[in-house]
């Protein structure tokens, strides 16, 4: 079993920007690999990015490619994700998951090959 907890959601400003944590625990954290994804209100959640178990591979979903960076810190098992130029389209509830894999590279984009789910954190910007 893994627990995911995340923070770092709030308001903000069109063009401002946000950093989200995902604190993992019960299980050993690099045998995941780990992403992000969002539901806006209205709409089926969707992928943003994932990272592999290492940190070294990562995915991202078009509409987030250069304003957000996922990244990993394996030693206090987190994962964050560092997002830039916010803007009202990217309102929404962010959910961290976790998907057990011994796969080097791995870095899942589809909501069934995760594992594990955060309770989510509400991301609001204001146009």
């Known amino acids: 079993q893994v627990q995911l907890v995340e923070s770092g959601g709030g308001l903000v400003q069109a063009g401002g920007s946000l950093f989200l944590s995902c604190a993992a625990s019960g299980s050993t954290f690099v045998n995941y690999a780990m992403g992000w994804f969002r539901q806006a209100p209205g709409k089926e959640r969707e992928f943003v990015t994932s990272i592999n178990w290492s940190g070294g591979r990562t995915r991202y979903t078009d509409s987030v490619k250069g304003r957000f960076t996922i990244s990993r810190d394996n030693a206090k098992s987190t994962v964050f994700l560092e997002m830039n130029s916010l803007n009202p389209e990217d309102t929404a509830v962010y959910y961290c998951?976790?998907?057990?894999?011994?796969?080097?590279?791995?870095?899942?984009?589809?909501?069934?090959?995760?594992?594990?789910w955060g309770q989510g954190t509400q991301v609001t910007v204001s146009s």
């Open positions: 998951a976790a998907a057990r894999s011994d796969l080097r590279y791995f870095t899942p984009t589809t909501q069934s090959e995760y594992d594990y």
